[in-house]
């Protein structure tokens, strides 16, 4: 027999091909060897592949990608990036705009939460007559990152009226969205409606009595389903409502709340135990005056506490969350008219009081959001005079410290509907734009530091808040869109000295100088 030990592990040649190394010999049977690698080339529109000169030989050779090829632009604030003679040319669409909503009829929009690849937006849609602005149906719309529609879902109402309302928008169960509001069927009701993926309904529920009901709040709940707030009962004997809603669409619980004035819940959160967070107004507690009012309430609905807050007449809560640290917040209004002004409260877990903001200059609170290491993220209208208004947004670190307001205006009169952000602290914002019988939808997509376009944002439109946060309670971190983190000096900021149980004090000079109260006042 033919001894093929010797042989073994010899160079051969297995197929012609220099691109394969190191042929060699194995139980009598030639084997190509290895492929070999060429160096990844630094753009992503050149590929350096291997061209075999010889049996034993190679060399590797750049390739480039055919134009329109897509590619990683490297700028994510940009869409569709493609290569062009070699080279990866970003793309022209925005990531971050503010736009109107072409719709058919009037518009204002106050759902909004991202999905995968886009965002979903929903609000009560007026249609008809010419110049109908009486809400007759709700509108959903998914869109994709740069604002382009993908499918619209529109729910009709049994009947026009002017409290029909969408409040918000949860991810629930099997992948579906639940969005609720108010309708009107000989009586108005609260109703939620699961879509699925692409829009289409899975269920439509309704919930109430004989008296009306009218919803104010929606949150998502992480034991399933979602919350809502409201009221049942009509003007000055409404109770506050609130219940809770399975993935499933049966209702698990509901409990009203008040006296025997006009009570009536907006806001509705829950909070880092599971419980839930309500905030609206009563003038129940008050002996008759309108004053902000907050309750928390057991998972499984049982009251805990219920308490009221402000010094004046025309003071409530429309939005409100729960915090990271077991607290709650709770944003709103206070006064009426030309002298309204947004207010911001924080509370401890047990409904303690640890500071308030309000705004100067005629505003309002609408929407409110707890991220990021209990920062909030605050949604409302401001007015300038003359009938005149803007979207407002309005960020605060968990002391209530202003990171940065804007204003989204779009040259007609706009105002503010609901906020929303996403784990990279890119924000979504919708309300209306127009005036009454015009009005139309309005949605904006915001940086981390709320700026709606690509040129605005600069260096800062991917660049998260906690990024630029140097953990000096005595500066203000904020992003310069040419050169990135500034840390400036904050003087009278206010601040937490973390002494002993002391919350705050404020900022003198570079020092953080304790409050002897332990709270943060007005």
Request: charged residues 15%.
């Amino acid at each position: 027999a033919f001894d093929l030990a010797p042989m073994h592990g010899k160079l051969c040649n297995a197929d012609s091909n220099g691109c394969t190394a190191n042929d060699s010999c194995a139980a009598g049977v030639c084997k190509s060897g290895p492929a070999v690698a060429c160096a990844a080339k630094a753009d992503a529109c050149v590929a350096s592949i291997c061209v075999s000169t010889g049996v034993h030989s190679s060399q590797c050779s750049d390739v480039q990608a055919a134009n329109d090829t897509p590619c990683d632009g490297g700028d994510s604030c940009y869409v569709g990036a493609t290569c062009q003679a070699g080279k990866c040319q970003p793309g022209e669409l925005e990531r971050l705009f503010s736009k109107e909503v072409a719709i058919d009829g009037t518009l204002l929009l106050t759902g909004a939460m991202f999905v995968e690849g886009g965002a979903l937006v929903a609000g009560a849609q007026a249609k008809g007559l010419p110049g109908a602005v009486t809400p007759s149906g709700w509108l959903v719309r998914r869109m994709d990152v740069t604002g382009k529609v993908k499918w619209t879902t529109e729910l009709p109402a049994p009947e026009a009226h002017p409290l029909v309302n969408v409040v918000g928008m949860a991810a629930v169960g099997g992948g579906r969205t639940a969005i609720g509001g108010t309708i009107r069927d000989k009586h108005l009701d609260a109703r939620v409606v699961a879509l699925d993926d692409v829009g289409k309904v899975k269920w439509d529920k309704r919930f109430g009595t004989s008296a009306d009901e009218v919803v104010g709040g929606l949150s998502g709940h992480p034991g399933g389903g979602v919350v809502l707030a409201g009221r049942r009962g009509d003007g000055k004997a409404a109770d506050g409502w609130v219940l809770r809603v399975s993935d499933s669409g049966t209702m698990a619980w509901d409990l009203a709340l008040g006296g025997g004035a006009a009570d009536e819940l907006v806001g509705v959160g829950v909070a880092s135990d599971g419980g839930v967070v309500a905030a609206g107004s009563s003038a129940s507690i008050f002996a008759g005056l309108t004053q902000g009012w907050v309750g928390r309430l057991t998972a499984q609905g049982a009251l805990v506490w219920q308490k009221g807050f402000g010094s004046a007449s025309h003071q409530r809560f429309l939005a409100a969350a729960g915090t990271e640290d077991g607290g709650i917040a709770a944003a709103g209004a206070i006064g009426q008219g030309a002298s309204e002004v947004w207010w911001l409260v924080r509370l401890s877990g047990a409904g303690d009081l640890l500071w308030q903001r309000k705004a100067s200059g005629r505003t309002r609170l609408t929407s409110l959001v707890a991220h990021h290491g209990d920062r909030l993220l605050m949604a409302g209208t401001t007015w300038n005079g003359a009938g005149d208004s803007d979207l407002l947004t309005v960020a605060t670190d968990a002391l209530g410290n202003t990171t940065w307001d804007r204003t989204i205006d779009l040259g007609k009169v706009e105002r503010g509907g609901a906020i929303a952000v996403d784990v990279s602290g890119q924000v979504l914002v919708v309300g209306s734009t127009g005036a009454a019988a015009v009005e139309k939808g309005l949605v904006a997509r915001a940086d981390p530091w709320g700026r709606t376009s690509c040129a605005s944002a600069g260096v800062c439109a991917t660049k998260p808040l906690l990024s630029c946060d140097d953990s000096k309670p005595c500066t203000r971190d904020q992003c310069s869109a040419a050169t990135g983190c500034q840390h400036a000096g904050a003087p009278g900021q206010r601040c937490s000295a973390g002494v002993g149980c002391t919350l705050g004090g404020s900022c003198v000079g570079q020092q953080c100088v304790i409050d002897p109260n332990g709270l943060l006042h007005l």
